[in-house]
């Protein structure tokens, strides 16, 4: 059990001590607690092998970690995490059920909610639960006889995990995974419910045609494979979202010749001249897909931004922590955007690379996305 993840083992006081004084730096009115709580931290520690944070530690360590997460380019909004404290819950059941109950609540009728939830952390014996697909909502991947790939080729390898635990999909480019949750009771599947799943056609402003091309995406991006780090304390299972960019759909997850591929069809679709890669048929094709995928959200009712307005907000929010005095890491090859990206001012500049904590991290082992 939980083979793909290191065993954790004891909080070093000195992780605590240090994100402690970070919390109550940057939360004056509690300052008066400071050296007490600290010293009973360091004796819980020294007692247990670890320590509870309360609920305002809780809360600021997950905004911290997604300040410090030096590859999103949506970070201006850290403030607003909203935080559902369910560290009470450890079963793959329990789990699964709040996982649901997430994509529930920050749909908010389509306004969505960033938000995390955050589950029982690892204990000094090991790890206490890991969900296993990186996102709660993703799509099968197939591989045909023939060797062609229906849906996600992202996720051929969790899609056979899923089918050996009893799941079938309908063999479709769009069937939704399964949860997947280890826990100290083993693996467990889970089929998400039909209204925690809120799904997005992908229609075009002008190109009528657009909508046979049969293509879709689901509304939330919530991550659900990486452990959220506070104080020394690992929360293996921490779910949570934001919304989505629509470079992410329209330029990588359709995109990818791995994934959907779709650009050939769409520039067959137009009538480009196809004969040659200097027509930029691929670069026309793209465009199109991405004013596609913003008029679907807008016009479903779904948040969505684009990279001209997250450029500069991220700009903005870089700013804004350099005037608080903070180092800001960035990772330029992920800030600047897959298309246009000279045009946006998060290309013109370098910055900060730092390992900042709390933060969230992926255990060795697993991929990234
Ligand atoms: N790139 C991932 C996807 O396309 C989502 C990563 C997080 N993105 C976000 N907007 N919160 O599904």
């Excluded at 009712?301 to 800001?328: A, L, N, P, Y």
């Amino acid at each position: 059990m939980f083979e793909s993840t290191t065993r954790r083992r004891t909080v070093e006081v000195q992780d605590a001590t240090e994100f402690l004084h970070g919390f109550f730096e940057e939360n004056p009115r509690l300052r008066e607690d400071r050296e007490k709580r600290i010293r009973f931290v360091a004796e819980e520690i020294e007692r247990t092998g670890t320590y509870r944070h309360t609920k305002r530690e809780l809360v600021w360590g997950a905004r911290a970690a997604w300040r410090n997460a030096s590859k999103c380019i949506g970070r201006f909004y850290w403030q607003s995490l909203h935080v559902r404290d369910r560290r009470d819950l450890r079963t793959g059941e329990e789990i699964a059920e709040q996982c649901f109950e997430h994509l529930r609540s920050s749909w908010r009728g389509g306004r969505l909610r960033p938000m995390i939830t955050i589950f029982a952390p690892d204990t000094p014996d090991g790890p206490t639960a890991r969900i296993l697909n990186d996102q709660l909502v993703r799509y099968a991947g197939y591989e045909a006889a023939d060797g062609t790939l229906i849906g996600d080729g992202q996720y051929l390898e969790i899609t056979r995990l899923a089918e050996s635990l009893g799941w079938r999909g309908s063999g479709g480019r769009f069937d939704v995974l399964p949860l997947l949750v280890e826990t100290g009771e083993g693996l467990s599947a889970h089929q998400l419910p039909t209204d925690a799943l809120k799904e997005v056609e992908i229609v075009h402003p002008e190109f009528s045609w657009f909508s046979e091309l049969g293509l879709r995406w689901h509304a939330i991006p919530t991550q659900a494979d990486m452990t959220l780090e506070v104080g020394g304390v690992h929360y293996g299972a921490a779910p949570f979202n934001g919304w989505y960019l629509s470079t992410e759909i329209g330029a990588r997850n359709l995109v990818d010749r791995h994934r959907y591929d779709v650009l050939p069809e769409i520039g067959r679709r137009m009538r480009l001249d196809m004969s040659s890669e200097r027509t930029l048929w691929r670069d026309r094709a793209m465009i199109e897909l991405n004013r596609a995928v913003l008029h679907s959200y807008d016009s479903q009712g779904v948040t969505i931004t684009d990279h001209h307005t997250e450029s500069r907000r991220f700009i903005e929010f870089v700013e804004r922590e350099e005037r608080s005095g903070r180092t800001c890491p960035a990772d330029w090859s992920w800030i600047v955007p897959p298309v246009s990206g000279g045009l946006t001012p998060v290309y013109h500049r370098y910055y900060d690379e730092a390992e900042l904590c709390p933060r969230f991290v992926r255990d060795p082992g697993r991929s990234s996305t």
